[in-house]
């Protein structure tokens, strides 16, 4: 029995994509860009999150979160160490690396621990929103209201801590159909989920995408591959190495984002790595440490209307 030919049709079979959400671009392509410092832009993104003891599955659990009968006090403390413990070292770490960093962070975190959101502050670092709490999770099962409550619920209860985020991350940076138009009317600039590129690039709407990578996340190689943290930080040298070599080549910029976790790399036997991660790219000549604003800046700058 033969098929039906409309069984093979499909009215977005086209070049480029399958959806109008940006234009097909490839790196390799495009007119070099230029950083104000170096060839690679090092942007750090440490998530702060807060973990409810009891996790929402609808419409799905966030990475990390609670996993044994409840209350899961277990689960529940390790993650509250990177808060109380972790997330200092790490601002020691930038701190001595001069190295700016982008904290996506819960409102709950802000609204729980005003000293916490003061020590990143005045360390110059940049806050971006990262939903409510580990529980304000985003697919396409949410209703287009349900979704625009959450996002701007997030900016306000920050805003009310004296923080106007300018970008956004999703838990396990999942959007819905709806995700980058609702950033885009609740005023954030970028958001930091979309992974297919090593630059910014924009979307149709307005909306700039900064790719924050998972792969060299420490939650993936540490915590799901089971590498050690110096396997960790060479996985990250690596990669800048690579890039500086392809920048010189080009002439032009590129960018390595580094996603770290408190509670995963601020432990006593893993931050050494990153210490001594940031001090070695802080001595390279192509490294230029900024945050996700400051790097969206200098793209719009160069971006060809």
């Not at 277990?74 to 960093?101: E, F, I, K, Q, S």
């Not at 996002?151 to 940076?173: F, K, M």
């Not at 915590?223 to 070599?245: I, K, R």
Request: net charge negative; proline share 7%; aromatic share 10%.
């Amino acid at each position: 029995m033969s098929l039906d030919p409309a069984y093979l049709e499909y009215p977005r079979r086209r070049q480029g994509y399958d959806h109008d959400l940006y234009a097909w671009s490839a790196l390799h392509q495009r007119p070099p860009l230029k950083w104000p410092h170096g060839s690679v832009a090092v942007w750090v993104c440490v998530s702060l999150e807060w973990f409810p003891i009891i996790p929402s599955d609808t419409p799905f659990r966030a990475p990390g979160h609670m996993q044994t009968a409840y209350p899961d006090f277990r689960h529940y403390t390790a993650r509250d160490y990177g808060n109380r413990v972790g997330v200092g070292r790490m601002l020691d770490a930038l701190g001595a690396a001069g190295a700016p960093a982008s904290f996506a962070t819960n409102a709950a975190v802000a609204e729980r621990y005003p000293e916490l959101l003061g020590a990143v502050q005045a360390g110059g670092h940049e806050v971006i929103a990262h939903s409510t709490d580990m529980n304000g999770t985003i697919d396409s099962s949410l209703s287009v209201e349900a979704e625009r409550t959450l996002i701007t619920e997030a900016r306000d209860r920050l805003a009310a801590c004296g923080v106007q985020p300018d970008g956004w991350l999703s838990i396990a940076r999942s959007q819905s159909f709806n995700t980058p138009d609702l950033l885009v009317e609740a005023g954030y600039r970028y958001a930091c989920d979309w992974v297919n590129d090593e630059l910014p690039y924009r979307f149709r709407n307005g909306l700039i995408n900064m790719p924050l990578n998972h792969e060299l996340s420490d939650r993936q190689i540490i915590a799901v591959q089971q590498q050690s943290a110096d396997g960790w930080a060479q996985s990250q040298e690596d990669a800048f190495d690579w890039l500086a070599a392809e920048a010189a080549a080009s002439g032009g910029a590129r960018m390595l984002p580094i996603h770290v976790t408190p509670y995963i790399m601020g432990l006593p036997y893993r931050i050494a790595a990153f210490e001594r991660l940031l001090a070695r790219l802080a001595a390279r000549p192509e490294c230029w440490f900024a945050c996700a604003g400051r790097i969206v800046d200098a793209f719009v700058g160069q971006e060809i209307k």
